[in-house]
């Protein structure tokens, strides 16, 4: 059975392989999204190592010279997508947006290091790749956490990679919508508009993108002049384990200044992530910096936060509270707590399962000892492609696949959840 299913998965990234990188899937997305990548270049590596380091090494080739690396690569023109080039004006020769996403690639050339097979490439790829990790991350600090707390906002419910969430609600209402050129969305022509955000969801998320633009894109501004500034707990961990990863690699490469300036950056912000958590919600929260003030949302961004060294008293937490859930459910991890009212067990990022963050949730809890909710978390993933195909998402009591089919990074964990064995953060 399990041949069987990396057979498909292999076909999946064929599929979507674009020879230098890949797109998460035809059609609805057609372009090169920056974690979509870094994960997927880790499926990519149980098979063929160079071409898992070509994923990446094309993403960093459009870095900025700020240091940021943008969330979406447009490398050939496709009208098929809404907002294209002609909306971001980032002025870039091949146009990319001006914002940023989830800073997992430290965690993932760190995975292809560890497990290569041709050492010799995988040192002097991840060489190359590593001052350009650092700039990124020092660009996160520097723009993205002005006041030095340690933690890092995000400015677009789109960096976060979960478009969507209950989290972003509050928040996004106070984004105004005057002004908003017209325009047609082209994802709920791919598909069903019952599993996307909405239509007040969007002319939030483009009234962002214009305001950014008339601020020529400048980060020394955004975060400041942004009236969307979250601290997402998920976002940050996943940030703080690439930094601790990419120190981990740079003493391992005998780079002493990143390795030094890498594990400050991660060291600071585990100790900042407990000004997240919520004794009373069980697990680490959202802080609206715009206005000073905990997001009482249970949403998958309080769970993810194990992708981080955090406290061993926190991770087992987390993983009751996941087991919890499994006594309600049949599959694991929902995006968002069913007993919520904003509950959607369809609708992207407000209650379906991503096996992204499963795959990311099974890791750090696995390297807590977690070993049962670990468990059940993979299997669950599996029986989900079972179930439902290699979706974008999944709905958590149906297991049904919703939003796009023939998914790359879907395709990739299952490779990784049959292949790969998890190590210790
Ligand atoms: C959606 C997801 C985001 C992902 C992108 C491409 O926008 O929310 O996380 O990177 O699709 O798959």
Redesign the pocket.
């Known amino acids: 059975m399990s041949d069987t299913m990396i057979t498909a998965a292999r076909a999946i990234l064929a599929q979507n392989d674009r020879g230098t990188y890949t797109v ?1 899937t035809q059609g609805l ?1 057609p372009f090169q ?1 920056n ?2 990548s870094c994960l997927s270049a880790i499926g990519f590596g149980h098979f063929d190592e160079a071409r898992a380091w070509t994923e990446i090494e094309t993403l960093f080739a459009h870095q900025w010279d700020d240091g940021m690396v943008p969330h979406i690569i447009f490398h050939e023109f496709d009208d098929g997508y809404f907002p294209g080039p002609d909306v971001w004006r980032t002025g870039r020769a091949v146009p990319t947006t001006g914002i940023t ?1 989830p800073a997992v690639a430290g965690f993932a050339v760190r995975r292809l290091f560890e497990r290569a097979r041709d050492s010799d490439m995988a040192r002097s790829r991840a060489r190359a790749l590593l001052p350009r990790i650092a700039a990124w991350h020092d660009w996160f600090f520097r723009c993205r956490d002005p006041r030095g707390t340690g933690l890092v906002a995000i400015i677009h419910p ?1 960096e976060s ?3 969507n969430s209950v989290d972003w609600d509050a928040a996004l209402d106070r984004v105004p919508t005057e002004g908003v050129e017209p325009f047609t969305r082209r994802d709920t022509q791919h598909a069903n508009p019952a599993h996307r955000p909405t239509d007040d969801q969007y002319n939030r998320f483009i009234w962002l993108v214009q305001h950014f633009r008339d601020l020529g894109w400048d980060n020394a501004k955004l975060h400041d002049a942004s009236p969307f500034r979250v601290v997402d707990p998920g976002f940050n961990a996943i940030l703080i384990r690439a930094c601790a990863d990419l120190a981990w690699l740079a003493e391992t490469l005998d780079m002493p200044e990143i390795a030094a300036r890498s594990r400050a950056q991660a060291d600071k912000g585990i100790a900042a992530m407990e000004t997240l958590w919520s004794d009373a919600h069980g697990q680490y929260l959202c802080f609206d910096r715009a206005i000073d003030a905990m997001v009482p949302s249970q949403s998958i961004g309080g769970l993810l936060a194990t992708f981080a060294a955090i406290p061993q008293s926190r991770a087992s937490a987390i993983a009751q509270r996941i087991a919890t859930l499994g006594e309600k459910l049949p599959y694991l991890v929902p995006s968002h707590d069913p007993s919520a009212p904003e509950y959607d067990g369809k609708r ?2 407000r209650g379906p399962i991503w096996l992204i963050v499963n795959y990311m949730i099974a890791d750090g809890l696995a390297a807590a000892g977690q070993t049962a909710v670990v468990e059940r978390i993979v299997s669950d993933s599996l029986r989900l492609i079972d179930r439902g195909g290699f979706a974008e998402y999944y709905d958590p009591m149906t297991g049904e696949g919703c939003g796009g089919g023939s998914f790359t990074w879907t395709a990739a964990m299952v490779i990784e959840f049959l292949t790969g064995e998890r190590q210790p953060a």
Do not use: K, L
Request: hydrophobic share 35%; net charge negative.
């Open positions: 998460p997305y999204w974690w979509d996403q789109w990679g979960r478009d992207y990022w």
